[in-house]
């Protein structure tokens, strides 16, 4: 059966009908915070209840708790905060039990209730989440650069914002109803940023050989430099699907969803968020949501054992490359072969063969796949 | 993140409960609890969804090709 709702209910904070009508012209005549595109990504996610079951942002119980616990206050498990930063002069005069509105390009986007003001320690913050303190990681880079309160509450969705990626984003009710209609009791997710290559394939099927369906679920949204674009890869995995696996096994969908590279706590998160779209297994692989050397290649695999009731089942599964001599895609546990048989699948040297519009060897990228990706002009992210 | 309410169970069960949390790596024997009857739980349960806004989403789903 399709999983449960992450802390036993899905959140739904998107207001409609003329509730909205009436919450929207309120919008304009009480106090205005202006909140960055990430933020309205978090707003999304909570809202259509993705971060179920979060219904605002954190308040300082629960922040702390997160930090340090990894739980909310009540141990329900939950591992990345989810906060709302502002500065002190853009609420001089509010207090809690207010409401204010949110607004994200001169627009009004959500509605939210101040429970609380309160502080936060960047430095603790970082060293807890990221486990590291250094600007270069990205994580940190971004929690530097967030301002100097955090606000608590809940929020009520008024408007999601225009998106270009509409057509492929479905949210957990969507998926939930979707899956149940194709009658899967069990789904494996898997987590991308990335066009897929064979090692890829080769962890979802080893994952679908035991699960009815796959839930392939691509981060649309923020990206850095140098990131396959968006819709690079949902056209190479849609030509993946099209030529590599059964009909009516996969779901493709985009998440939007911000990407902090926490590695093991994120691997975690990413567990959370996909119980709340339905599925009940989710695949963890090789540095999950890692970056640089900050993370070992398989610590995110070791925290899962912190949370026996997290309610969705991770799959752990080694990273895979091709071995001349077993004939066939294998892993370090499936292949007794030295490197000598063992050709490795370099994203790197993928990344560098496509950008010049060379097909990459079949025993790396499928050229299905390969050719979708060089018939755009530039497939990265400037 | 919803209200609490306390239920009573016999000490034999508690304690056996206390142990299974502990050994399993639950942070409490609440926890334990709830997570135990969630998974006994049938799936629809914790959504809220109308059966009009249930074939909306069918429609959207028809709409993109998914069903
Ligand atoms: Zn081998």
Same mark, same amino acid.
């Given at each position: ?15 409609? @009908?003329?509730? !909205? ?27 259509? @209840? ?68 309160? &502080? ?5 913050? =970082? ?11 990205? &994580?940190?880079? !971004?929690?530097?650069?967030? !301002?100097?309160?955090?606000?608590? &509450? ?11 990626? =509409? ?70 995995? +849609? ?14 969908? @985009? ?7 926490? &590695? ?10 996909? !119980? ?51 004939? @066939? ?16 699948? =370099? ?23 390969? +050719? ?11 | ?7 009573? $169970? ?6 056996? /409960?206390?142990?299974? /949390? ?8 609440? /926890? ?7 998974? /006994? ?18 429609? *959207?789903? *028809?709409?993109?090709?998914? $069903?």
């Amino acid at each position: 059966m399709v999983n449960r709702p992450h802390g036993g209910r899905l959140v739904n904070r998107v207001v409609k @009908g003329r509730r !909205k009508e009436a919450l929207l012209e309120e919008a304009l005549e009480i106090p205005r915070i202006s909140i960055s595109y990430e933020r309205v990504i978090d707003l999304l996610d909570i809202a259509h @209840g993705a971060f179920s079951p979060l219904e605002g942002f954190l308040v300082q119980e629960d922040y702390l708790h997160v930090l340090h616990d990894m739980r909310l206050h009540d141990d329900t498990p939950w591992t990345i905060p989810i906060i709302l930063d502002v500065d002190p002069d853009e609420i001089v005069g509010l207090k809690e039990g207010d409401d204010i509105a949110l607004f994200y390009d001169d627009k009004p986007i959500a509605l939210m209730k101040i429970e609380e003001v309160y &502080g936060w320690d960047k430095k603790i913050h =970082s060293q807890l989440v990221y486990k590291t303190t250094d600007v270069n990681h990205p &994580g940190v880079a !971004k929690t530097m650069e967030r !301002k100097e309160l955090l606000i608590g &509450g809940r929020i009520d969705l008024l408007n999601d914002p225009p998106n270009r990626f =509409s057509d492929i984003v479905l949210w957990p009710i969507e998926t939930r109803v979707l899956f149940r209609e194709k009658g899967w009791r069990t789904i494996a997710a898997f987590q991308t940023r990335n066009v897929p290559h064979r090692g890829h394939e080769y962890v979802q099927k080893a994952a679908l050989t035991f699960t009815d369906g796959l839930l392939i679920h691509p981060l649309l949204g923020w990206k850095k430099k140098g990131d396959y674009k968006d819709e690079v890869i949902i056209r190479a995995y +849609k030509a993946l699907i099209e030529h590599y696996y059964p009909k009516n096994v996969v779901v493709l969908t @985009g998440l939007m969803m911000n990407m902090h590279y926490a &590695g093991p706590r994120e691997a975690i998160h990413h567990a959370i968020v996909r !119980k709340n779209f339905g599925a009940t297994h989710f695949i963890v692989g090789r540095d999950h949501a890692g970056v640089g050397n900050y993370y070992g290649p398989y610590e995110a695999w070791e925290l899962f054992n912190e949370f026996p009731d997290l309610g969705i089942t991770p799959l752990f599964i080694r990273e895979a490359f091709y071995c001349r001599k077993c004939g @066939g895609m294998v892993t370090e546990k499936t292949c007794p072969h030295t490197d000598q048989d063992r050709l490795k699948i =370099s994203g790197t040297r993928i990344r560098a063969m496509l950008r010049k519009g060379e097909i990459p060897p079949e025993h790396m990228m499928r050229p299905e796949v390969a +050719k979708v990706i060089i018939e755009f002009e530039n497939p990265f992210v400037e | 993140m919803s209200e609490k309410i306390k239920i009573e $169970i016999s000490k034999e069960v508690y304690e056996k /409960a206390v142990k299974l /949390a502990e050994e399993a790596g639950f942070p409490s024997v609440e /926890a334990l609890i709830e997570f135990l009857i969630e998974e /006994a739980s049938e799936s629809t349960e914790g959504e809220e969804i109308s059966k009009e806004d249930e074939e909306k989403i069918k429609e *959207r789903l *028809r709409d993109l090709g998914y $069903i």
